[in-house]
């Protein structure tokens, strides 16, 4: 196992330390806590939370800022966060005016929030919740009855983060938010599993000429193991994928996220970019979004998925609207 | 109701079995979930040991309490919820009869209301029915805890498991089952299923 | 070779191409060059060019965008480009006030950025440069006379485009650069080598229990091969090279970069940016500014870069002027 | 002066050799360097091609400019500008004088001013000057012309390629030795030595 760390049962706190470290400026840890919060949130608007296991950095903590998350709280690597963090999390982000949590779809991060949100009403918070499931790869896979949470996500915090910096209320961030899930789906593709540190070798093996498609970000299996494919013809099949699941319509807009799972260059990202677009130039749709990068990743995984959220009204504003985050 | 000294030992034995089996259990949720159930128990045992014995408690249902507590805060995953709601429950059950298998039972709504998991889904509820049939029936043996976790072996993982390669999951135990096997195998070794 | 491409011989094309599609509102490809530039360049200002191999994603391109680099040009692969890409290069950025050269210390970048420069000077064009030779690990290695280039670069980029900005004149912001390049290093780690495309395999073989401190960005050979140490003694050693070329004394104030080179996920970075943390808490020095991620690239190189910048006048308000790039 | 058909003759035999050692070029690359030095001599060679199947030049003068432009604007690296400068250079040289050794002589002198090596520094100078001393003496053959690259092998590189792992180098080609070599070689098979 190649990896710069010390002991592995210590990764979580050591990295959550050295973030701090990097960008005490904007952010702070709660202490005793995996709870990274915002300094100075502003006060009366609506608050948003969010996290999950650790090991998709920069997810959580990097989108923590004004415009975006004000607390992020990190489970062990791939382990849903317990409920007292995530209720520490919850106070440390609470500005009065309620607060917000997006879990992704895994059963032990929704059990989690669920008994955090609990402890929270208890003291008097007013909190409401989604719950992102945007992973077309499979229905009920390992962790999770539906489908996963994924990638999508980044775009849920995006836009909510600016909603919720706009103004909106919990109720209106509630329904933007069911929307916002109704309207975003992933599908990526796999080359390498990520190596868990406790755990010491990859959580599945691939032959060097294998890859597989729909895998997720914690190693669950995918629908389709297949020789190693060009970058063309996985930008065909990942396009595909979403095509189907959305349905295409002629003048529907979307935006789109190419989203690296760790220990995959940018090159191929946009190399991937470059066939996704010839895919999607054959459809009748627009595509005013687009990111590229690594925002949801899976420790050292080697792969990529492909987000599409198909947009309404003002959510193209809302991805635009200015953060001071980390890493956006 | 049991005493806070018995449900003392009975713990001490489920941790201790933790323990010795911490990396048994991450191989076997490595094959069929994400390697992470040992450390994650591990993680919750060393806490729990911590409270219990810094506490002073005045009976075994707040023994079970302070268990639950301590699981709850350290495991994390789905494990834990489930841990902290099987052992909540069970603590309250335990304030209001003597009954075991009333106990026992209340563990079970509590964790299958939380993960709203039926039995046949390969989860520790396929465990935790079973042992509740057999302690009502007054009958609980190591061996029927053993063949109950056994028995996961050849269900396919569904509600929350399965996948086109839910094969993957089909021939090897689930590590929950196998851990709260541990909790019930504790307690028929303690001696305290006849109290 | 697991990578997410075509052709091999195609990959620089085709990852300016997507770059270009998801970017498109801030930067433009040169029609038949590898020359990024920024749309809409203000007028009256000196602007910055700079570029090299490619591989090193997001530099340069991704650094190209109003208060940094005005034109990135790519070469293939880990190779420089020729005179006339970079000529393509300064002619797009040029806005009437000279054009400012960031050359990292490659034999083939300096004459290649040379011949360009005496192109465009015989057009008229006022054109400067600085060569930017950060790494401390060795002295005249493979590719290099004198010390190579690498993430220290990235610096130099950022204070010189927030210079150029403001309005320093080419002579302004010669004298500025010059000074940069004698108060940046850099040294690494590498517990990998990069593959490649058009090569199909790692530029050198490690053993699964071998790391190398010193490899350059191109995979060049570094200065100490040993087992594969903890995060705690990579930093140690890091920050030791550091300290002695430095020679840190009380009350100094420094920038610190933490690189990764492609593969290394961020969460092993933020672990080793704390353990640089406790490192440098036992010198009398400060550290203002700090930045940690994936900036200067080598391809899926496994390892990460520590760059420290040894601060000046107003250099930390330079590192935080605002900038609209891609990755900043 | 080389005439135009000539000298196309020369660089044609230059192309084909580089094409049909493209790996072998990369391959030692890699050994002592970045592992580019074949493809980006195949890129060069290709432009080269087109620009004088393209150009309809009057004597060899002419066509060794075309290829310089070709190749300086496809090879890039290192390797790029060095070419660029000898074929510029010993074009420039051979509208003055017939005399080739003084067209190898200015094509040398332009490397060593754009790359700053000396002999001996493990660079193709350690074959662009030998091939120069013994066209100067008159007995230039394919023999001295392998035996210059041969002798790269056991210097070690220091301009630009030193390292504490310096000895990487030793025992190895140098590859922009090899491929200047080919060059020469060219010239030779070609006959135009003596013309
Ligand atoms: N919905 C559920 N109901 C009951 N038990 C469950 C459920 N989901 C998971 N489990 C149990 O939890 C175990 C996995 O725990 P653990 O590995 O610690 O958490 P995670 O699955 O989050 O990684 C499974 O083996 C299973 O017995
Ligand atoms: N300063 C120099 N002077 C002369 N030749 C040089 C110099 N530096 C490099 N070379 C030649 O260039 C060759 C390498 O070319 P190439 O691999 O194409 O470029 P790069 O080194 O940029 O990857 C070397 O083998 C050497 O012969
Ligand atoms: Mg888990
Ligand atoms: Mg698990
Ligand atoms: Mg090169
Ligand atoms: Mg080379």
Sequence with gaps: ?328 | MLTAEQTNRWLERFAEKIEANKDYLSELDGIIGDGDHGNNMARGIEEMRKKLQAADPANGSEVLKNASVALLSKIGGAAGPLYGTALLEMSKQMTEADDLSAVVKAGLDGVQKRGKAEEGEKTMVDVFAPVYRELEAGNLTVEAVEDAVEATRELKATKGRASYLGERSIGELDPGAVSIGYLFISLIEEGLTDV
């Design chain 1, 1 to 328: 196992m190649k990896k710069i760390i010390n002991e592995p049962s210590n990764v979580v706190d050591e990295m959550l330390d050295g973030f701090v470290y990097a960008n005490g400026d904007r952010v702070k840890r709660i202490e005793d806590t995996t709870v990274i919060a915002q300094k100075d949130i502003q006060p009366n608007k609506v608050t948003l939370v969010s996290g999950g296991g650790s090991g998709h950095e920069p997810a959580h903590a990097g989108f923590v800022g004004k415009g975006m998350l004000q607390a992020a709280v990190s489970g062990e690597v791939f382990t849903s966060p317990t409920p007292d963090q995530v209720f520490e999390g919850i106070k440390a982000a609470d500005a009065g005016e309620g607060v917000f949590l997006i879990i992704k779809n895994y059963t032990g991060d929704v059990m989690n929030f669920d008994m955090a949100k609990e402890l929270a009403e208890a003291e008097g918070i007013n909190v409401d919740y989604v719950i992102v499931d945007d992973d077309i790869a499979v229905e009920d896979s390992t962790h999770t009855a539906g489908k996963r949470g994924v990638a999508g996500t980044v775009f849920v915090h995006k836009i909510l983060g600016a909603a919720a910096d706009r103004g909106y209320s919990l109720h209106e961030l509630k329904q933007l938010a069911v929307r916002l899930v109704l309207n975003v789906k992933s599908v990526g593709v796999a080359m390498t599993a990520a190596t868990v540190p406790e755990v010491g070798k990859p959580g599945f093996t691939l032959a060097d000429d294998e890859m597989e498609y729909g895998v997720g970000i914690h190693s669950e299996p995918g629908y389709k193991r297949t020789a190693i494919k060009s970058a063309e013809k996985i930008a065909a099949e990942l396009t595909a994928q979403l095509k189907k699941a959305f349905d295409f319509q002629p003048g529907q807009e979307y935006a789109l996220l190419i989203n690296g799972l760790g220990a995959t260059p940018l090159m191929e990202q946009y190399i991937l970019a470059n066939d996704v677009k010839k895919q999607l130039s054959n459809e009748a749709i627009a595509i005013p979004y687009k990111k590229v990068g690594n925002w949801m990743t899976s420790l050292d995984m080697n792969g990529v998925s492909l987000t599409m959220l198909k947009l309404e009204d003002d959510w193209v504003e809302l991805l635009n609207h200015p953060v001071s985050v980390t890493d956006w």
